[in-house]
């Protein structure tokens, strides 16, 4: 019998695992030109727009390289997808 592994989930896990579907669904709708305003927005307003990250920029290891150098570049693609300014990360 299979077991239903969500009814074992806390009120509070089904209620956090509820806003995430949400909040993917609400970002899967945005334009590419929204995506890439939002996805600033979220970087220069998390941890000094460095997501928490502990190195300094330039440094080679994973956490340093995603979001000073991935995510800006993914961002300004973006943003040159939908015709607006690369800007930063281009």
């Known amino acids: 019998m299979p077991i239903d ?5 806390s009120p509070r896990t089904k209620y956090l ?4 579907a949400e909040r993917v669904e609400e970002f899967r709708a945005l334009s590419d030109g929204e995506l890439a305003r ?3 927005y979220y970087m220069k307003n998390t941890a000094g727009g460095r997501l928490g990250v502990e190195f300094e920029k330039g440094e080679p290891v994973y ?6 150098v991935v995510i800006p570049e993914l ?4 943003r040159a997808r939908s015709g607006g ?4 990360g281009g």
């Open 5 to 9: 592994f969500l009814a074992l989930l």
């Open 17 to 20: 695992l509820g806003c995430h």
């Open 38 to 40: 939002t996805a600033e």
């Open 63 to 68: 956490d340093a390289t995603m979001v000073d």
């Open 75 to 78: 961002i300004a693609r973006i």
């Open 85 to 88: 300014p690369r800007g930063e």
